[in-house]
């Protein structure tokens, strides 16, 4: 019966074009709607690591004065001091720490034809590699020995080496980086985390990924200029060894530890080591030591743009409203058949075979809608594409948001079909058979 | 005097009528909200930025090879600034720190007082070592420019120098002195103990912040007289072309860049035209995406009255022939129709300001949104109640055309 109920909906939808049309169409917008922003959310707030976001940790020490504080609130940076840093590489915690911040800066490349350009990149420590899974190509990370001396050592992004060198393995080749001249020992394989979590600092979250990646130590030793915000309280001296040993905030630390469970450790580690730091005259205002895993780092730095919220719930209104049309034109439709459905129950088909038929109708209906509607989400995502490199990232349809179109086009059928299928049941066949 | 019995005949029916009001509820709520963001953006939008000709003003930022040393550094700038200038058709070049928009750059917390602990304000620093009233063409409300020997060099690896005079803008002066001249008036740099003293020297009328807030801050803007070199982050310049020669200047200065250096040189030009339009492209999205949905909501609603209102003219073919018979005028089928859509959609208006308040209030209390003003609420109103009058009228003036003759036949 199903088949034939599928083939009867199919068919009445011929029946009446202009209505059905109306239907389809004002469907199929509404869905377009919720789901077009609906991947951009979605895209904005997937976890970019889940396999490990549970254990791994970002702290946040605030160190600024006492003056301008009133308890409980927030910091102003997102950052932490490079003694807090260090202190916290230095600290044993979990299975790997890392702390890192963004550079950018020249790159005379060794083919000739090529003129000399900028280029974006972090410098963190080797464990960083691990601790956020980034894949290599040709190499490896640098050495611990390589980061203890603060070698001139640098690992390239696949499209970077491919730009500066071609289809070969550069391991080994050298590069005027910055006016130095580095040592290629790495190309990690395409990698991109949306959002970087890994340091929510100069641009946009969602933006490309690092084209090049240089020891802490390394940048520091050549004092290379930071590439992002920082936030100092009070007036710093002249200088990078100044800015080092200030209480500017402008470096992001993370720590991975073996479960998610050691978080307590890890809390009560920061305490000590804050309480500490307070005893030689920091930390004055004795705010709580934050420590964030990725989920709750998101939600903290508030990545998740306050318009993308915006807009999806508008959407989700626009689809209420289409929903509330189409029970109406849904009505409308089924009214005009009372004489049919006379007939069908005089026959003998009870009032759960009408419901069935009906609601089979509203559903192919709601089929049509929903891949009418996701044709258009996809030209509208095409279209949000194009206002920029970080929306380009964003406005891609997945699996899963594929999915849930086919869910929300059907669900919401079904749910404008509810009340038109149960008021067409209804029809008492004898009244109906009179009239005709 | 019909309102009685197409009330009492509303009654009977109620599915269809409830739905459409619902339309209307939903259709107001959401379009007064969203036009009312998108207001509020195009107002953001368009700010001044306190520059006169902005099509005019560009930003180079040169990057040189190697390691220079400061001294280096300084000479570079002053050489680089001389061969910007000697290129025809440019008015203006300053070396300076950060560009309206840019998004890029930084600020500081301003105090009235040494005293006080909490800031009074956080300015936008521009710092150069030129005249930025005549490169970004300001305009000077009171006090004077800086004068040459204010404009001092400071070496930022060696050195840390306050200025002791500096200009603002004036919605800053007025945050800091409401009501009152604030040429002549002492600031402090940063608050507390370590406050560092500054006079004002004079007030522009306005430039917007580098990273041009969507509050007041994006009007708080200070101009430091330096020079600053070391810091080592390449050189940032802002030029002014005649009128109308940009794109031309633009082209001659890198040519005339790349020829005066002994070392390779990474340029990146871009112009304030790119840097607004970079700045203010999401919101542009945002605003484009709210219009779309507001016209589509516009559109669906008014298919959703003209279906419902034809539905129940051709369910009532009879009744409207037995009244026609009974000695109705066509001129009373119609009325009696789009009375019946204008009391339909006036429930749909009330209870569309309502909903429109609390959708607001849920923006305001979960994404920090402004509070509705009535007008939009009021506008909304007015356009739904024509629109369900225009939607109605099709299948109102469908029943008027309805002949006795032809409804009564089949009864």
New interface residues.
């Given amino acids: 019966m199903f088949a034939y109920y599928f083939k009867l909906g199919l068919r009445s939808l011929r029946r009446n074009p202009a209505?059905t049309a109306?239907m389809v169409i004002?469907l199929a917008?509404g869905v377009a709607?919720s789901v077009s922003?609906l991947t951009i959310l979605h895209m904005m707030s997937s976890d970019p690591i889940p396999h490990k976001s549970a254990r791994l940790f970002v702290p946040l020490i605030d160190p600024d004065?006492l003056?301008?504080y009133t308890p409980g609130q927030k910091q102003d940076d997102i950052q932490i001091t490079y003694p807090d840093a260090m202190n916290i590489l230095k600290s044993g915690l979990g299975v790997r720490r890392t702390a890192l911040y963004g550079v950018a800066g020249?790159v005379?490349p060794p083919r000739r034809e090529i003129?000399?350009?900028?280029m974006g990149g972090l410098a963190p420590t080797r464990d960083f590699f691990a601790m956020f899974d980034v894949p290599f190509a040709y190499g490896q990370a640098w050495t611990e020995a390589d980061e203890a001396r603060g070698a001139d050592v640098v690992v390239l992004s696949r499209p970077m080496a491919e730009k500066l060198y071609g289809d070969v393995n550069p391991v080994g080749k050298r590069l005027?980086l910055?006016?130095?001249p580095y040592t290629v020992v790495g190309v990690t394989e395409k990698w991109k985390m949306l959002p970087r979590v890994y340091l929510l600092q100069g641009g946009s979250p969602y933006a490309t990924g690092e084209e090049f990646f240089i020891p802490l130590a390394t940048a520091v030793r050549h004092?290379t200029?930071h590439n992002g915000g920082m936030s100092c309280s009070?007036?710093?001296?002249?200088?990078?060894a100044a800015r080092l040993a200030s209480d500017c905030t402008w470096v992001t630390a993370w720590i991975e530890a073996a479960s998610a469970g050691d978080r307590s450790e890890i809390q009560s580690w920061l305490d000590s080591y804050a309480s500490q730091q307070r005893k030689l005259g920091r930390l004055k205002r004795n705010a709580p030591n934050r420590l964030f895993d990725v989920p709750g780092w998101m939600e903290y730095t508030g990545v998740v743009?306050?318009?993308a919220?915006?807009?999806t719930?508008?959407?989700f209104?626009?689809l209420?409203?289409?929903l509330?049309?189409t029970?109406?034109?849904l009505?409308?439709k089924f009214?005009?058949r009372a004489s049919e459905i006379g007939v069908r129950r005089a026959l003998g088909a009870s009032r759960t075979e009408i419901f069935r038929q009906f609601l089979i109708e509203t559903v192919v209906v709601g089929l049509v809608g929903g891949v009418l509607g996701l044709l258009l989400a996809v030209g509208a995502l095409k279209l949000?594409a194009l206002?920029?490199k970080a929306?380009a990232n964003l406005a891609q349809m997945d699996w899963q948001m594929l999915g849930l179109t086919f869910v929300i086009s059907v669900f919401a059928a079904v749910l404008a079909g509810l009340?038109p299928t149960w008021?067409a049941c209804q029809v008492t066949p004898a009244i109906q058979l009179k009239s005709q | 005097m019909e309102i009685r019995p197409i009330f009492s005949a509303l009654m009977r029916n109620k599915t269809g009528p409830i739905l459409v009001a619902l339309q209307v509820a939903l259709s107001l709520a959401i379009l007064a909200n969203a036009l009312h963001i998108v207001n509020e953006r195009r107002g953001i939008m368009g700010r001044p930025s306190g520059m006169a000709d902005e099509h005019a003003v560009f930003r180079i930022n040169v990057r040189t090879l190697g390691n220079e040393t400061p001294e280096q550094q300084l000479a570079d700038i002053k050489r680089q600034s001389e061969v910007l200038r000697a290129v025809s058709g440019v008015a203006a070049v300053a070396q300076v720190s950060q560009m309206p928009l840019s998004t890029s750059g930084s600020n500081t917390s301003l105090a009235l007082d040494q005293r006080q602990n909490k800031e009074s304000a956080v300015g936008s620093v521009y710092v150069s070592g030129d005249s930025l009233i005549k490169t970004f063409g300001l305009k000077l409300v009171e006090g004077r420019d800086f004068l040459a020997p204010e404009l001092v060099d400071v070496n930022e690896a060696t050195e840390n120098v306050f200025p002791p005079g500096v200009i603002i803008t004036r919605p800053l002066a007025e945050k800091l002195w409401p009501g009152a001249s604030a040429v002549g008036k002492t600031m402090y740099f940063g608050t507390g103990a370590e406050a560092q003293p500054t006079r004002i020297l004079g007030v522009v009328e306005n430039l917007i912040s580098a990273h041009g807030e969507f509050n007041e801050r994006a009007m708080h803007s200070v101009l430091i007289p330096q020079r600053a070199y070391g810091g080592g982050r390449g050189t940032l310049y802002a030029v002014r072309a005649e009128p109308g020669q940009r794109d031309r200047v633009m082209k001659e200065a890198e040519a005339a860049l790349r020829k005066s250096s002994p070392l390779p040189l990474i340029l990146d030009f871009t112009t304030t035209d790119e840097d607004r339009s970079n700045k203010y492209r999401g919101t542009v999205t945002v605003s484009w995406m709210l219009i779309t949905v507001s016209l589509l909501l516009l559109v669906v609603t008014c298919c959703g009255i003209v279906g419902m209102a034809s539905l129940w003219v051709t369910q009532r073919r009879k009744q409207i022939g037995v009244r026609r018979a009974l000695g109705a005028r066509r001129i009373d089928v119609l009325r009696y129709f789009i009375l019946e859509n204008f009391m339909i959609t006036s429930a749909g208006v009330f209870g569309g300001v309502a909903l429109g308040l609390a959708l607001n209030q849920l923006l305001v209390s979960k994404l920090e949104m402004t509070r509705l003003p009535g007008g939009y609420l009021i506008a909304g109103a007015v356009v739904f109640w024509l629109l369900g009058i225009v939607a109605s009228y099709g299948p109102a003036w469908r029943a008027a055309s309805i002949s006795p003759a032809t409804a009564t036949r089949s009864v």
């Fill in positions: 209505l109306l004002t917008v709607a922003t004065p003056d301008n020249s005379e003129p000399p350009f900028n005027n910055m006016g130095f004092e200029q009070g007036n710093i001296g002249p200088g990078f743009g306050k318009d919220k915006l807009q719930w508008l959407a209104g626009f209420a409203l289409c509330v049309n029970i109406g034109l009505l409308a009214s005009v949000i206002s920029g929306m009340l008021r």
